[in-house]
């Protein structure tokens, strides 16, 4: 036996017959070694030394072709066979075969067992022979292996020639496929073009690389804005300074040398040696090793312990604890440290450990929660303070059910009763909670709080005192609630409710003037149930002559039958085409109900009619509806304010600047870019106050737009009979602002036909107009009411009657008292009456000669006004301009106006430095009306912006523009005109309107010039910057709207130009990134706090995402919208016009949230079939 009986069986081939006994004696010839040969051993160590220097990296035991290797090998061949076995099933999960040899150390071939496996070789021939005996022992060992099994080419490494291999198993799969398995097909490029075989220069093949190599070759360099970038960029570096002294004025900062302590490390990274000592530390990743250059650091302490910590927010962390340990009762420095934790979480932590990666989650719960804490904290210090506990309700918003909410925000409202922004804040947040959102319980909602607070007010609630500007945010939050059941479409009820307060403001009984407002509603509950004409109706007389009345016995009866008719329209007759879809006769017949049926219903007793005989219970208020809703208003500024409030929400414009309390969240009508005559004419457009808001019965959807101009026959009426009630109200100056407030109403008629150019509709306006301009006239009280006859002068112009319009301006003129520049309504009529003539100029050359010219030299003489008749002499020209001059200085030189006494001077103030700015303008040149306007801004100026805003907030009627305001207004009109009519910069007309939004950022009109002047920029980037620098610094909405006009503009001319007699195409044509800009835009802007909650900014988001196309994200869009205003049944009309196919869904939705649906789909079902 041998003593290795693993090396029993190597022998040579040729040696396997022999006899017993000569193999029992080769068992021990392997003590004697007869096979070791020196030549053997020198060859073996030869080769070794060449592979281990060729291959320095590599082992240097390589498999080798010798003799010894192959009689080992064919010794093994068993084992051989299972490990290619083993090594196949690990194999098969490649996609291909590798076919390149791998050359691969193997450490038992090492020389002593190259000496084992030869014991049994007799033979001592030359290497030659050996040689041979070795090919023919390959090819028999190989022929075995490839006809028996399958071997990896990776195990057989002494192949030199091409090595095959024939499958003669079939594969059933290339029968049902049309290809092989592309994982049996070796995966390769070509390189030159000839065939294959015929010239082994000009062809090459590459193999493709594994997956995982190409995926790294692949990956691109990190962008600045990575997870990792943006982690080394918010980390504060290490700041470098030079240890001169600082009056040493070194041209640069010396880098010290650092002296190498190895040159040999420095080989790699330097083999040119062309780097200094230090750049070459910095490259073999090392730190500086002398201390003299470490720099000095407040951050030495916390770094011996291990903590890297960030000095600056340290700092600031210290400092706002210090702050509220020292004096927790500073509610601005608790409201600082909250605003704080934002910057704070921006950055890396200031607790991080050196030496482990910070791996926390920047996450909005972590800051909340930071957030909540510091709240919780400053409450307890100050438990009686609203502010901390609306931002910790602002903060739990994100964490808690709203079912939890509203009762915290309940449970507010009881401990604060009389805080009424408190109480604005909590209707705001109901009324935008889409889950629990109903209009019957918001409605229910704000009676409750206006019934609360009256009852503050008057004292009848005891326990809480009434705070300052109570009676102010009463009247706010009522006109809150009429805009809000306008907007969900019972436009009733909004009328009724004005119709109520009016009566129970100005029509109050003597005998219950004394009584708490509890008290007085219930008096004046029966005068309402009494069918009795209400303000606005035929024969209204009023409460305080009903009661009157009642006391004497009632009424005596009498009924009139009416001899006009109203107009009934058959409802068979509001579906003009059947034909049409399904969801388009449903919003036709829902917007025809709307404009006309927006009165409430009242019984007819002269048609015998009662209560039953109406079709739609809607129609009908109730008292319950009103009755907690009512106040008492004792400020005379509120009670007017309260007039004017209720007929601009009727359509007519005042002559005030009059919003809802909360201005955005009743904002729903996408008129505010719109103003075609501003353009055209920049000097005397009208300005619409309150353009942005959707009147009484018009609900249009974005596409369709404004139907109709005005209201229709009954609503005309209506308005007539306000004013002609209110007529019996007041006299003199009131009465003189009713009128001008109900020819304005006519003109904006006008000017929308003008808009529309609607001739015909424009012909029978102007008729109506004329006539009640000339019936106001008549009256005695006006006739010598210069404003009044400015209107009418200007509504000729408008018409086109240049010529009759310039007679009543000088019959005005010349019937006015000689007042001069003294007299503000002259001035105010000779300057409309001069921008009219000069708007009439193509060019400045003959302007010295013009009719203002001649309309503004009069106006500083104290005689008799003269009409035109020829140019101005040059005297006079000169000695106008002198009186200009001295009275401009006279004004500015005052105080500056602010009180509310001296609205009036403010208005003579503009007139005056408006008509000497005209004068110069026409007479020198643009430069010299430019500088007047400058000097006067320069002076109005003295007063901060915010102080003019604030005075103008709370008072009343008299709510005016400022007078700086209005100066900039003139000034940039002027420079518009300039530039339209000659050749002359746009800069300074920039400038002036960039420093005037900077102040002004809530004015639409300064926005809408600064649109139209941008357009024509090739470059935007001028104005994207300066909208973003103003959305930054204000809370208003309208920076935010316009430039994202402005966006809309730039990209429809864009397509305009690229898309030339082409109909729409959505994804053709690139639009360089303007439809991101876009949306981008709408995102940051429903993300601040007056955006989330504006319908306007909703639907024109929506509209814009349905016209590129994102039908499916608009669906979600429309979703995202009523979550925020739940309320805006227009929002749900324009989804079913932009969603036809979900009309019935939509209906549904609007049903349950009790919106307003004039028009069931069972009721459409019927008219159809008939």
């Known amino acids: 036996m041998a ?52 291959t320095p990296g590599k082992s240097p035991l390589i498999r080798t072709s010798s003799r010894s290797e192959l009689s080992g090998e064919s010794d093994s061949d068993e084992n051989l066979k299972k490990s290619s076995k083993k090594r196949k099933k690990k194999k098969k999960k490649h996609h291909h075969y590798k076919t390149k040899k791998k050359a691969k150390g193997d450490s038992s071939s090492s020389e002593p067992d190259l000496d084992t496996k030869h014991v049994k070789d007799k033979a001592t021939a030359s290497g030659r022979n050996r040689e041979k005996e070795a090919a023919a022992n390959l090819g028999d060992k190989t022929s075995n292996l490839t006809n028996n099994r399958f071997v990896w080419l990776d195990d057989i490494q002494a192949f030199t020639a091409e090595t095959f291999r024939i499958d003669k198993k079939s594969d059933p799969a290339n029968w049902a496929y049309k290809s092989l398995y592309r994982g049996d097909i070796a995966r390769y490029k070509r390189k030159g073009e000839s065939c294959l075989g015929i010239d082994a220069k000009k062809q ?43 009056s040493d004025s070194a041209a640069f900062i010396p880098v010290f040398q650092v002296e190498s302590s190895d040159p040999s490390d420095t080989t790699e990274v330097n083999p040119l040696g062309i780097y200094d000592p230090s750049t070459t530390v910095w490259l073999q990743g090392k730190g500086y090793k002398g201390s003299e ?106 964490f808690w059910e709203p079912p939890a909410l509203i009762k915290e925000w309940q449970k507010l409202i009881f401990i604060h009763p009389n805080n009424p922004e408190l109480w604005k804040k909590y209707l705001l947040f109901c009324q935008s909670q889409f889950s629990t959102f109903s209009v019957s319980k918001i409605n229910g909602l704000y009676g409750k709080c206006l019934t609360t607070l009256a009852a503050v007010q008057d004292g009848s609630m005891v326990s809480h005192p009434p705070l300052p500007g109570t009676e102010e945010a009463m009247l706010a939050i009522f006109i809150q609630q009429c805009h809000f059941l306008r907007q969900a479409g019972h436009s009733e009820k909004a009328v009724s409710l ?8 100005f029509f109050k009984p003597d005998s219950v003037k004394d009584l708490p407002t509890k008290g007085q509603v219930e008096f004046f509950e029966p005068f309402w149930d009494s069918g009795e004409p209400r303000i606005g109706e035929k024969g209204a ?23 006009d008719d109203e107009e009934e329209i058959d409802e068979d007759e509001e579906i003009k085409d059947k034909t049409l879809p399904k969801w388009h006769i449903w919003l036709d017949i829902e917007y025809s109900r709307e404009a006309r049926h927006w009165l409430p219903w009242r019984p007819d007793k002269t048609k015998k009619q009662t209560e039953e005989d109406c079709e739609d219970p809607e129609r009908q208020v109730l008292f319950d509806d009103l009755g907690p809703s009512m106040i008492q208003l004792s400020n005379p500024d509120l009670q007017h304010q309260l007039l004017y409030s209720f007929l601009q929400f009727l359509g007519v414009p005042c002559i005030s600047k009059l919003f809802p309390p909360n201005l955005y969240i009743a904002m729903d009508e996408n008129n505010i870019f719109d103003n075609v005559l501003s353009d055209e004419k920049p000097l005397t457009s009208i300005d619409v106050p309150l353009s942005g808001f959707n009147t009484i019965g018009h609900m249009d959807t974005m596409l369709r737009g404004r139907q109709h101009i005005g209201h229709y026959k009954d609503g005309e009426e209506f308005i007539q009979n306000v004013f002609h009630a209110l007529y019996l109200l007041f006299s003199g100056k009131e009465k003189s602002n009713l009128s001008i407030c109900w020819l304005q109403y006519e003109i ?29 006239l008549k009256a005695p009280d006006n006739r010598n009411d210069l404003s009044l006859w400015k209107l009418y002068a200007y509504l000729e112009w408008l018409l086109g009657n240049i010529d009759d319009a310039r007679k009543v301006f000088d019959t005005a003129l010349s019937t006015a008292e000689t007042g001069g520049l003294k007299s503000p309504k002259l001035c105010s009529l000779s300057l409309l009456y001069a921008q009219l003539e000069v708007e009439l100029l193509e060019s400045l050359e003959g302007a010295v000669t013009s009719r203002a010219v001649h309309i503004l030299t009069k106006l500083t003489e104290s005689g008799p006004y003269v009409p035109y008749k020829g140019q101005v002499l040059s005297v006079n020209v000169l000695k106008a301009r002198k009186t200009y001059e001295h009275a401009v200085q006279d004004y500015l030189s005052k105080t500056p106006v602010s009180d509310r006494d001296q609205v009036g001077e403010s208005n003579q103030l503009v007139n005056l430095v408006g008509c000497y700015a005209v004068f110069q303008y026409l007479t020198v040149g643009i430069d010299a009306a430019v500088l007047i306007y400058t000097q006067a801004s320069e002076k109005l100026q003295v007063p901060a912006p915010e102080k003019c805003e604030n005075t103008g907030a709370n008072s009343g009627i008299q709510n005016l523009p400022s007078a700086l305001e209005a100066v900039t207004l003139l000034h940039t009109n002027l420079l518009r005109f300039h530039v339209k009519i000659s050749v002359y910069p746009l800069n300074p007309l920039r400038e002036a309107l960039t420093e005037a939004l900077r102040r002004y950022p809530s004015n639409q009109s300064l926005w809408r010039s600064y649109v139209h002047v941008q357009r024509k920029s090739h470059s935007a980037s001028k104005a994207r910057r300066f909208f973003d620098g103003v959305t930054r610094s204000t809370s208003s909405l309208e920076p935010w709207l316009f430039a994202i006009q402005a966006e809309q503009m730039r990209k429809k001319l864009t397509e305009h130009v690229q898309r030339a007699d082409v109909g729409e195409i959505y994804s053709t044509i690139p639009e360089t990134g303007l439809t991101n800009r876009i949306i981008a835009l709408f995102e940051h802007a429903i993300q601040s706090e007056n955006g989330t909650h504006c319908p306007l900014l909703w639907r024109m988001y929506l509209n814009f995402l349905v016209s590129v196309g994102k039908k499916e994200k608009s669906k979600g869009l429309f979703y995202k919208a009523i979550q925020n205003c739940p309320w805006t049944k227009v929002l749900y009309m324009d989804a079913i016009e932009y969603f036809p196919d979900q009309l019935q869904e939509t209906l549904d939705l609007m049903t349950e949230k009790e919106l307003r649906v004039r028009v069931p789909m069972e009721e459409l079902d019927l008219l159809l079939e008939v």
């Open 498 to 505: 004005f119709q109520a307060l009016i009566d129970f403001t």
């Open 541 to 563: 007389r009023g409460w305080r002559a009903w009661m009157h009345q009642q006391e004497k016995g009632g009424w005596i009866a009498v009924d009139k039958p009416d001899d």
């Open 748 to 776: 904006s008629k006008v000017v929308q036909c003008l808009q529309t150019k609607n001739k015909k509709k424009l012909k029978a306006q102007g008729r109506k107009s004329k006539k009640l301009a000339k019936n106001l």
């Open 204 to 246: 090459c093949i590459t193999w493709d690389s594994p997956a995982s190599q190409k995926k790294q070759s692949q990956r691109r360099p990190e962008r600045y804005f990575s997870k990792n970038n943006v982690k080394t960029l918010n980390t504060d570096g290490i700041p470098v300074c030079s240890k001169s002294s600082p």
């Open 3 to 54: 003593l290795f009986p693993a090396f029993a069986g190597a022998a040579e081939p040729g040696e396997t017959s022999a006899g017993s006994s000569e193999g029992s004696r080769k068992d021990l010839d392997w003590l004697s070694n007869p096979s070791f040969s020196t030549e053997d051993a020198l060859l073996v160590h030869q080769r070794t030394t060449e592979i281990a220097n060729s």
């Open 293 to 398: 250059h470490e720099p000095e650091n407040t951050q030495q302490a916390f770094q011996e312990s291990g903590i890297n910590v960030n000095p600056i927010l340290m700092t600031k962390v210290e400092e706002y604890n210090k702050k509220v340990r020292e004096n927790p009762r500073d509610i601005n420095a608790w409201m600082e440290f909250v605003s704080f934790q934002d910057e704070l979480m921006r950055g890396p932590s200031p607790y991080a450990s050196m030496g482990e990666q910070e791996v926390r989650r920047k996450s909005l719960k972590l800051i909340l929660e930071k957030k909540l804490a510091i709240l919780e904290r400053a409450i307890e210090s100050n438990p009686s303070n609203v502010d901390l506990k609306l931002a910790r309700l602002k903060v739990c918003t994100e």
